[in-house]
């Protein structure tokens, strides 16, 4: 018999997060891999846009797996679908805020509240869909850079690059 060299409050963990009411099946299938939040329509429902908030919702609802903050979860998620999901912690919620309320009522059907990251997600694509030319060519900037950083940087997503600036125009909460 294998022994089980977790701590006892990671057992406990792991064991909450299969057991606190989540559903039986993990829908990251439904996510693809290669998905872009630019091309998730948040208006058509059954798409790439409702199968990140199905997985999103796998993690966070009924409850949440506790000392697992939103922020954290998607950056976890961005990691796993870096051109998907955004990096959403509190400043970047602050700096969207005006422009995901409006959205809280166009996806009335999934069904969300402005305490719920998917309003947030579409204000950030209607940015990421606008700014797609001046990434592009930012990226292009990046890549014929002589600075090492820069061109790592030129690896990113779009999703990511606007993740950073978003970020550095935020104001501080």
Not at 69 to 95: E, Q, W
Request: with cysteine.
């Amino acid at each position: 018999m294998q022994q089980d060299h977790r701590l006892p409050h990671d057992q406990e963990r792991a064991r909450r997060a299969c057991t606190a009411g989540r559903r039986a099946r993990l829908p990251r299938g439904d996510v693809r891999a290669d998905a872009d939040l630019a091309d998730a329509d948040p208006v058509a429902a059954g798409g790439d846009f409702d199968h990140a908030a199905d997985l999103y919702w796998y993690f966070t609802s009924p409850d949440r797996i506790r000392g697992v903050r939103v922020a954290k979860l998607h950056k976890v998620l961005h990691l796993k679908r870096p051109g998907l999901y955004p990096i959403l912690d509190k400043r970047v919620r602050n700096l969207y805020w005006d422009h995901a309320t409006p959205w809280v009522g166009e996806l009335a059907r999934l069904p969300v509240t402005i305490k719920d990251s998917p309003p947030y997600w579409a204000a950030i694509r209607d940015d990421l869909v606008f700014s797609g030319p001046q990434l592009r060519a930012y990226r292009q900037e990046l890549s014929a850079s002589a600075d090492e950083t820069a061109v790592l940087l030129a690896q990113l997503t779009n999703l990511r690059l606007q993740d950073i600036v978003a970020w550095h125009v935020a104001p501080r909460a």
